[in-house]
């Protein structure tokens, strides 16, 4: 029988889901399941934020997964062999709780998004859903404490006074032993050590936790890996299949190339330590920032982090490769050949069609706000030379007015069909995400068109 080092994958190769965004409804989520395991990923890390009805938070529920469908999704997954990893965050990212004036008293310095750890309520309220999560996961092994970006730690006058790692190390100590005592081994993210510069302080915690170190540009290896893995604790890593980028306010998909190398980094890495990894998926900045696309767009991505091999050798890989560099010049032309290219792609399932309707879709709409860019500010351009040295209406009417005029029956097109995709693949929050995107364009384009002559920028 071959070991672990013979079979050079992953020891543990898992699916972040991040689910504070867009996410399918349960007969939807069912078949994604199915296609994460063809992948090659062995457990899924369930980020829960608001999506289910804790008792232990209660009117903090904002719909998503009833008590009921979250069983569901628990059988099928261990029907088809994936682990199930909770995930919940114990001191920052609380957002969805701490934006409630019920909890409000619980917040670091006023801050929305973090708990204050020395609040004398706060553990034992964190223990008792600790105590829920475990009840909802039987059959669990692990729990993810999250842990990350703790911005605000150490700024209310209780905990100024104190070291701020210190404060860090034994809030999530004391948590990580409760989690350990109920016969599940904690996971905590390791950013925080590496922000403060004091990875040495990772040997602090119990020596059943596993730190986790993401980082989601480049390729592994990165220092602060090695010396996470010196504290002498399990280490694993994490990828960012999905992940917030520069762009995440005005376009709906990131550029692709990125995320495959970093996913496909990660996946050796851990094959080459025998190790574990997790690939990300996030679907916003925070729970309080807008929302991102779809996991469709993750289509690549999640072939590179299940198995790079299978993503190498699979027929979207040369078109992909070509896709990035392609998003990063942002020619409107070049983006309009390749909206309808992928369209060209086989589909060997019903995954890859979506998938494919996904990101024709994207391309399209960043080429629209490509072409916003360059009209309006064509606009405001020869508006502003008017003063100077006369104004052309010809050249107004005929490079800026008219070009982005036709836009608008295309951008009232590409709505109707990205709410036939949403509506097809059971995805929440469609309203939400038509304001904040094809919404906006539209009242863009509209206050430029509507600006009277002779301009309005001083």
Known sequence: MMNMQDKKVPEKNWLHLDLKGAIPSLDKMLPQLEFWKTCGYDGIVWEYDDRIPWKSWPGTWRGGYTSMEHRKLMHACGQLGLQVIPLIQTLGHLEWLLKHDA????????????????????????????????????????????????????????????????????????????????????????????????????SALPKETIPVDWHYDGVPPYPSTAALRRSGLTVMGASGVMCGWWEHCYQVQSAPGPRIRNAAGWYRWAAKHHSGVIHTTWTRGSSLWNIYGPWHGAFPAFLAGGNPERWKCHPWNRFFGKLTRIMERENPVELAEAAAGILELPAGNAVEYEARRWWNLALRYQRMRKLFLIHSSTIDCLEQVGKFVGRDEAMLENSGRAPLDALLPELEQWEHEAEAFWLDNGLSDWKEFRETH???????????LSKKEGGQIS
């Open 438 to 448: 094809s919404r906006i364009l539209k009242n863009d384009i509209q206050v430029c």
């Open 103 to 202: 909890y409000r008293h619980l917040r670091e310095n006023d801050s929305v998004s973090e708990l204050c750890p020395l609040h004398p309520d706060v553990r034992k309220l964190l223990k008792r859903w600790i105590d829920e999560v475990v009840s909802l996961h039987p059959e669990s092994r692990f729990l993810h404490l999250g842990g990350d970006e703790t911005m605000h730690l150490g700024t209310c006058p209780k905990c100024a006074v104190h070291d701020k790692m210190r404060l860090y190390t034994d809030h999530m100590s004391e948590l990580c032993a409760y989690a350990s005592a109920k016969g599940l081994r904690p996971l905590i993210w390791a950013d925080v050590f590496l922000r403060e510069n004091r990875m040495e302080l990772a």
